[in-house]
């Protein structure tokens, strides 16, 4: 299965998929020398996702993007601007014209997440998945993930003993937040295996139709 992994950071949502073939996405050098380290396969390229979708999408049996969170998260505009100082931003539209971009173009299999954000999304979500909105073309049911970890709360050690992955030889700056944006691995796993599911019967039809036979 032929893979696109856009915004990639340091690979989250990418840890517990097994018999792909991955292209990853990721403007920070760091982090994408710290996804190469953990995916040595995979194809790294450091770049615009935004850009790279819109000239590659036609290339790839499935997509998962991950556009920028921040400026659409709850806890940044509820309690950071409103109470800590931080600067106001306008919310980051590569989210929603990626979602239009993929809903209108994209023959492939694609989901795009983020967080719940602080408004009402301008485009409903098809999948709620505990802190995460997803688009997609696919059904993605819930998925029965035990967490005990509290993302908000949690320190370094908790994030990677939880994420899996260690930071502890990385220069990076902001480990913290690096590893807060990682989606949930096991949440990944579940959201690759319902697509490639749906993959598997679509090669299956494909192969039939071109030997001409029907599928029983």
């Known amino acids: 299965m032929k893979i696109l992994n856009l915004y990639a950071g340091i690979g989250g949502n990418r840890k517990n998929w097994t018999d792909v073939s991955v292209t990853a ?3 920070d050098p760091q982090l994408a020398a710290i996804y190469s380290e953990n995916f040595p396969q995979d194809i790294v390229v450091v770049g615009d996702a ?13 997509i998962w993007s991950s556009p920028p969170c921040q400026s659409h998260s709850s806890f940044r505009q509820n309690i950071c601007v ?3 100082g931080t600067p106001a931003v306008f919310p980051d539209m590569r989210l929603y014209q990626e979602v239009l971009f993929l809903r209108h173009n994209a023959e492939c299999l694609w989901t795009v997440e983020n967080v719940k954000p602080y408004y009402r999304p301008l485009i409903d979500p098809d999948a709620v998945l505990k802190r995460h909105l997803f688009w997609s ?3 993605i049911s819930q998925p029965d993930l035990q967490t005990s970890i ?7 050690p908790d994030l990677e003993q939880a994420l899996g992955f260690s930071l502890k030889e990385c220069s990076i700056s902001n480990k913290r ?14 959201i690759l295996n319902a697509a ?4 598997q019967i679509k090669a299956k039809l494909s192969k039939a139709r071109k030997n001409g036979k029907g599928v029983g």
């Open 177 to 190: 937040q690096v590893l807060r944006n990682c989606v949930d691995p096991n949440l990944g796993e579940h």
């Open 25 to 27: 996405v990721e403007l």
């Open 137 to 139: 073309n696919f059904d």
């Open 50 to 62: 935004h850009q790279y979708l819109l000239d590659h999408y036609k290339e790839f049996d499935f």
């Open 82 to 84: 409103r109470f800590r």
């Open 150 to 156: 509290k993302i908000r709360h949690a320190q370094i």
């Open 196 to 199: 490639r599911s749906l993959w």
